[in-house]
């Protein structure tokens, strides 16, 4: 082996120790730019044509999110194909892509075309090597999978695109299309896996139900709500497609719910990132006639999938890759789950509710999300770059 540093054994763990270690950097800087413009001019500056606010998406979408997405899928697919995947030198590389665009983009410290390239260079190059051992193998069904990271990739794309003034409203379709898209990865990744760990991890008998009229009918309403969202976010038809998609994951929920696996830190911070996600979907509905729910929205989309369901799969699959039971996690990973969904709470609930308390709610959101996250570096941080303990390799 190239690297004899666990940490660029395999995906999951270089991406996740990025991706969480990122989480709570990029917000704890977010917190400064929001609340002093002139923290955001003088320290971050990441580009005079990006606007703090999109900023702040651009990096939670593309920093955190996709190198979230990197480290599962390119763990995922070397067990799905039984093929090699990134690592050593070319993990280290195809990492430093994605660590010279944030240093890039968050500091302007590269010329901003330096740091587009070399996100594109991450976004493209993961897409690649997660596509290619499902080409070898032709595991044709995965192709939605690697379909979804490619169209995030080309989001990204609209973005620079408007960064550089190419574009007009670029920067605001990329971000909206790039979490669109995640979002889809989240609900098909999460139909595969959340009622499977359900049924194996609680103490007890319990079947999960997954009808599948919801699995059929579900992507063709998600692809129309798509594009009702990006071209026509006024329309009745955009009102429609989100509340049918409401009816369905609440239908799915209700399925996959069992009251013992409240007893599972694991379990529940999966099935209540799906619940939070899908009480977004509720939310957008309402967006043509109340246009302040569309934050309110893509955040329930945001922490519900990437930071409840994210830090849930982040913590079973690093126990799992690195030959500890799941069914033993860490004491403490009900309490950086329980962070992650006070986060939820203040930022969406709250603030839905009591939108006169702004300040307060954003704030306590914004530590909640720090704490949760920064507890999950200390936590998982020697299990993330120590060998695996049953001797094997990865």
Not at 8 to 23: Q, V
Request: aromatic content about 20%; hydrophobic content about 55%; glycine content about 8%.
């Amino acid at each position: 082996r190239w690297c004899k540093f666990a940490v660029f054994n395999l995906g999951f763990r270089i991406f996740f120790l990025s991706a969480t270690s990122f989480a709570a950097v990029s917000m704890l800087l977010w917190g400064g730019a929001f609340f002093s413009p002139q923290f955001y001019t003088d320290l971050l500056r990441p580009s005079v044509h990006v606007p703090n606010i999109y900023w702040h998406a651009h990096e939670m979408l593309f920093g955190y999110a996709l190198v979230l997405i990197a480290g599962f899928t390119l763990t995922a697919v070397k067990n799905w194909t039984h093929q090699q995947t990134p690592y050593g030198l070319r993990l280290c590389l195809l990492f430093l892509t994605w660590f010279i665009a944030r240093i890039g983009f968050s500091f302007h410290l590269l010329p901003i075309e330096i740091t587009i390239l070399f996100d594109l260079i991450f976004d493209f190059w993961l897409t690649y090597e997660f596509a290619k051992p499902i080409f070898k193998t032709q595991q044709w069904h995965q192709i939605s999978l690697v379909s979804k990271v490619f169209l995030i990739s080309l989001f990204n794309v609209v973005f620079y695109l408007g960064v550089m003034g190419i574009l007009p409203h670029g920067q605001w379709f990329g971000i909206l299309g790039g979490l669109l898209i995640a979002t889809s990865l989240v609900i098909t990744m999460g139909r595969r896996i959340i009622a499977f760990f359900i049924e194996k991890g609680v103490d007890g008998h319990f079947v999960a139900k997954n009808p599948i009229w919801i699995d059929r009918w579900g992507l063709v309403v998600y692809l129309l709500f798509t594009l009702f969202a990006l071209l026509k976010p006024q329309s009745i038809w955009l009102t429609l497609t989100a509340l049918a998609l409401f009816v369905m994951h609440s239908i799915r929920l209700k399925g996959w719910y069992t009251a013992l696996l409240w007893a599972k830190p694991l379990l529940w911070s999966l099935w209540l990132g799906y619940a939070g996600l899908t009480f977004g979907f509720l939310l957008y509905a309402f967006t043509p006639y109340h246009p302040n729910l569309l934050s309110l929205a893509l955040h329930s989309f945001a922490i519900g999938g990437f930071g409840l369901i994210g830090a849930g799969m982040m913590a079973r699959v690093s126990l799992g890759h690195s030959g500890r039971s799941v069914f033993e996690p860490p004491q403490m990973v009900g309490v950086i789950f329980s962070f992650i969904g006070l986060s939820y709470l203040f930022r969406v609930i709250l603030l839905g509710l009591f939108p006169h308390y702004f300040a307060i709610w954003i704030v306590t959101a914004q530590v909640t999300w720090i704490v949760g996250f920064t507890l999950f570096v200390f936590t998982y941080f020697k299990m993330l770059t120590s060998p695996r303990i049953d001797g094997q390799w990865g």
